[in-house]
């Protein structure tokens, strides 16, 4: 079983505060999870994405599923 834990930091320069977004996930046990999780920090952090995509070291891209 594995945990995922990404925090992404804000300053005021950015947005005019300084704020800080913290996704902890259990159970992060594939690619595809673990791509589904960034495209949760994604969205978190203010940004808007339909999807996030790893490369494999065949080429071959694992996108976030839902």
Do not use: Q
């Not at 969205?43 to 065949?58: I, L, M, R, T, Y």
């Amino acid at each position: 079983m594995a945990k995922l834990t990404v925090t992404y930091e804000h300053t005021e320069e950015e947005d005019g505060y300084d704020s800080k977004t913290t996704i902890e996930r259990f159970n992060v046990d594939s690619l595809e999870d673990m791509a589904f999780h960034f495209y949760e920090v994604v969205v978190a952090s203010g940004f808007v994405a339909e999807s996030v995509a790893v490369e494999k070291p065949d080429g071959k891209m694992v996108w976030s599923t839902w």
